[in-house]
């Protein structure tokens, strides 16, 4: 059964850092390409970052030079650096394999003023 769960949401101030993470379990993970999602209100779900089981990465033009995902195969664990948080971050973030059908529930981060 796989089990995604994400962490580390919250409220911050714009120009602001938070970092999320995300704990998987009941797949091989360090096979897997993983990525950050998010949806805000009233918007569809979008790509934010993603990074092969190597470890490349890949970026949102909105996101790049501000976010920074990582991933540690030990713990099964994907990270989401977000920092210089702009108004427009606000979204609930999510994580996934990107190849399977799973999603958490994901966690909100909300950027305001």
């Known amino acids: 059964q796989v089990r995604i769960v994400e962490s580390g949401g919250g409220s911050v101030q714009p120009g602001g850092s938070l970092r999320l993470s995300c704990t998987v379990s009941?797949?091989?993970?360090?096979?897997?390409?993983m990525g950050w999602y998010r949806q805000a209100p009233g918007k569809q779900r979008e790509l934010v970052a993603n990074?092969?089981?190597?470890?490349?990465?890949n970026y949102a033009d909105s996101v790049k030079d501000r976010f920074t995902i990582s991933r540690n195969n030990v713990w099964n664990r994907l990270s989401l650096q977000m920092n210089s948080l702009k108004l427009e971050d606000t979204a609930v973030y999510y994580c996934?394999?990107?190849?399977?059908?799973?999603w958490g529930r994901g966690t909100q981060v909300t950027v305001s003023s």
């Open positions: 990074i092969t089981s190597s470890g490349s990465t």
């Open positions: 009941g797949i091989n993970f360090k096979i897997y390409q």
């Open positions: 996934k394999v990107s190849s399977l059908p799973f």
